[in-house]
């Protein structure tokens, strides 16, 4: 007897096969890797802050997508990056790598901070003390004026050099790329292992997670300080790109805006965010060039893309 064939579905096979999310995240990457070639330096530019937000909002998503906590300071870490990128080539060196560098270890200490002050705490207690913490680091800014340069920042930042050679705007996208690539492997790479189920131990129940002798502080103090090493490492790329650093770069509105980006983008995965800053990031440049109130569009937009986007039952979106 012989065995029943399959039958195939005509309707399928005119369909193209769905582009899963780092299918999707790879193809972005791949037209990425062209677009300095035949696009014009404007454009150009704008791909360069598109990927600093992508790297800084799957930062984010570290914190809120797999260790549970919202954090509403989270510009603190960005911001604060940018601030020592932009002070060290200012004052000590027009290194990239220096700069870089100011940038993430800055970015990490204050992510220990945070998470050594607000680290015992939870849910909208936790979210309160983030925005508080990032209250005051904008203060410092706006007032710590011999150091930060007061309201009106850090201005006229040079273009850095790699190897005594000035880079100009497309080596900063390839930097900026590079970071992206590397952040977005790093962290899948990460959360896979061993790390990535303790730190959903600790996302899912900390109670239980503090029974099994896991160090749940620690935990959450280790992937704040991460989470702020990218920041501030997404940061300083940004200082360089922009050639400058204002305080409204700490501020608590951008921290929301990071906040949008990952929510709409899914925080449950490590590519949800940094589409989410893709798409928030153009669709924002598109706005801002029809309308002259774009933010109240772009705020309605996003909250019928939140509304209408399938939740799993954790209450997050799916990736």
Request: aromatic share 8%; glycine share 14%; with cysteine.
């Amino acid at each position: 007897m012989k065995p029943a064939m399959a039958m195939r579905d005509p309707a399928a096979a005119g369909r193209m096969p769905a582009l899963t999310g780092p299918a999707l995240v790879a193809a972005v990457l791949l037209a990425g890797a062209a677009a300095p070639l035949v696009l014009p330096p404007f454009t150009i530019h704008l791909l360069a802050l598109v990927l600093c937000y992508g790297t800084w909002a799957m930062s984010f998503g570290l914190v809120m997508g797999q260790l549970g906590l919202t954090s509403f300071g989270h510009a603190a870490l960005f911001g604060g990056g940018a601030y020592a990128a932009a002070w060290v080539a200012l004052n000590l060196s027009d290194s990239l790598a220096g700069g870089l560098a100011a940038g993430g270890l800055f970015g990490a200490a204050m992510g220990a901070v945070m998470g050594l002050v607000l680290g015992r705490l939870s849910g909208v207690a936790f979210s309160i003390g983030s925005l508080a913490f990032g209250g005051m680091v904008t203060q410092v800014a706006n007032s710590w004026a011999e150091v930060t340069g007061g309201s009106d920042g850090l201005v006229g930042l040079p273009f850095p050099r790699l190897f005594g050679r000035e880079l100009g705007d497309r080596a900063l996208y390839a930097a900026a790329a590079a970071l992206a690539v590397l952040t977005w492997v790093g962290l899948r790479a990460l959360l896979r292992r061993r790390a990535g189920l303790v730190v959903h131990a600790v996302r899912d129940d900390p109670l239980r997670a503090a029974s099994s002798g896991i160090a749940v502080h620690a935990v959450r103090v280790a992937t704040l300080a991460g989470s702020g090493l990218l920041a501030g490492l997404a940061g300083g790329v940004s200082a360089f790109v922009v050639g400058s650093v204002a305080p409204s770069a700490l501020d608590w509105s951008a921290s929301g805006s990071v906040l949008v980006m990952a929510v709409v983008g899914g925080v449950s995965s490590v590519t949800g965010p940094f589409l989410g800053a893709v798409g928030y990031t153009l669709f924002e440049q598109a706005l801002s060039q029809v309308l002259p109130n774009y933010r109240l569009v772009l705020g309605l937009a996003f909250i019928a893309a939140v509304l209408l986007s399938p939740v799993d039952r954790r209450g997050r979106r799916d990736a």
